[in-house]
């Protein structure tokens, strides 16, 4: 699978190394006590150039110095961790991978953001106070999926920066081959008259050599990316990850649960290992374009790759179980928080209002491939200009999905569960170790049990 979100942004190119091993800084600006740290993702030169930019700008406009600290993504959550609950009050504002903000609310380790958030019916995402100069967040400028991600216990702990979610791409040539079709324009057709799982196996039926020649799909990769991609069919059964009232996980009384894992079960048994993981794979190459897999279960991040001149990719919206329940997907992204052992909250306060800001938005999409969390500016064309595209056309369906985007639990020790819990069990189901869904329940539930708080 993808390297998730910012994957594709990660070179760690700022000059002034620190101790970190993965990091570096800039101050932008110059009094130290009125400068704000700043902690994020490592980006390209060209876009870290644009963020020195950026951030300059916002300091001759207010004032506040700003100093960035970027953290290679494979290293990002292991220094925050460390650093946000050590006694030094060196970080004020910071990305925050969405799952992790309960962890950190429960400790106290968040500011709470309710006094500075408000609901109005204008579409700009920060609104005037009722003083002179102050400003609040508009709830409803946000993505509604977004916008659960950064509430814990009922307040909210973080701003919504940016946010992406999974569909189905699938490699034109590949379809083409595998179901005998003459044409790009009849593969096209085939993939995208799927709505319903029975459409997906009726599909699937119709593929020669499914299982020896092709895998119908690439996996659900391991750990934390398994855990995320399961919700995506538990949602399309019309099921939940969490029940709050009862404190179930993977509730199945309606048996949802257990039909979203037969139904993962079904793909992986149609989608040899041997396949997915051959040189071919999803993309297939420039002398053979048609590759060994069929469908590619990914997030946004996935889109730069498939832009390639020798075939043509798709995307469509990951089936519902039914017409009824429809398409659903899952949520990911970043959030921006401020640490509660901040001393300069509202030099933070400021630099979020910028930081999602139409200044920056674009910037954030074009590093993370991921949508702005503030609707009027999540933009395809950001992307692409061109309508007619693939790679157009592949954005467009990953932005109509993020309306139907599930969030996951958020709640403290959901991380462990997500991460360790439910793919190692689920994927003992997969393998046959687990004869019934409900043994994998049973185990991701105990579990659950030593994890949640």
Not at 254 to 269: C, N, P, Q
Not at 296 to 310: M, T
């Amino acid at each position: 699978m993808k390297r998730s979100w910012f994957g594709r942004c990660m070179a760690v190119v700022l000059g002034c190394a620190t101790a970190l091993s993965a990091t570096a800084c800039n101050n932008v600006g110059g009094d130290s006590d009125n400068t704000v740290t700043f902690y994020h993702y490592a980006m390209t030169n060209t876009l870290n150039a644009q963020l020195e930019q950026k951030l300059a700008a916002f300091t001759e406009e207010t004032g506040i110095a700003v100093k960035h600290v970027s953290v290679s993504k494979d290293n990002y959550n292991a220094t925050i961790s460390t650093k946000i609950g050590g006694r030094k009050k060196d970080i004020d504002v910071l990305y925050l991978d969405q799952p992790l903000l309960a962890q950190y609310a429960n400790s106290n380790l968040l500011y709470n953001l309710d006094d500075y958030i408000t609901e109005s019916q204008l579409d700009a995402e920060t609104v005037e106070g009722s003083t002179d100069g102050s400003f609040l967040f508009n709830k409803n400028a946000f993505n509604d999926s977004a916008w659960e991600t950064a509430v814990y216990n009922g307040s909210a702990y973080a701003i919504p920066l940016t946010m992406n979610t999974s569909v189905f791409y699938y490699n034109t040539a590949t379809v083409k081959a595998a179901l005998g079709l003459s044409s790009d324009s009849a593969a096209v057709e085939a993939v995208e008259a799927i709505e319903t799982w029975d459409d997906l196996k009726a599909f699937a039926a119709r593929v020669n050599g499914l299982g020896t020649d092709y895998a119908l799909f690439g996996g659900m990769s391991s750990g934390g990316y398994m855990g995320w991609y399961s919700q995506v069919f538990v949602a399309a059964a019309g099921g939940t990850m969490y029940d709050a009232t009862s404190g179930t996980v993977l509730p199945d009384d309606d048996g949802s649960v257990t039909r979203a894992f037969e139904m993962i079960k079904y793909l992986y048994d149609n989608s040899p290992e041997s396949l997915y993981n051959s040189n071919t794979g999803f993309k297939g190459t420039a002398s053979s374009p048609a590759g060994s897999v069929i469908f590619s279960l990914a997030d946004s991040s996935a889109i730069k790759d498939l832009n390639v001149s020798y075939t043509t990719f798709g995307a469509i919206p990951i089936p519902g179980e039914s017409e009824q329940i429809g398409s659903k997907s899952n949520i990911g992204g970043e959030n921006l928080v401020i640490t509660q052992k901040s001393e300069k909250k509202e030099q933070a306060l400021r630099l979020i209002k910028y930081l999602v800001s139409e200044d920056c938005a674009a910037m954030f999409q074009q590093c993370t491939n991921n949508f702005s969390a503030v609707d009027k500016y999540a933009k395809v064309e950001t992307f692409s200009s061109d309508v007619d595209s693939s790679v157009y056309k592949m954005y467009d369906v990953v932005k109509q999905s993020l309306e139907n985007a599930q969030v996951r639990p958020v709640v403290a020790g959901w991380l462990q569960v997500n991460d360790n819990g439910i793919p190692t069990h689920l994927k003992k189901y997969i393998d046959g170790d687990y004869t019934e869904v409900s043994e994998a329940l049973a185990a991701i539930r105990a579990y659950a049990a030593t994890q949640l708080k």
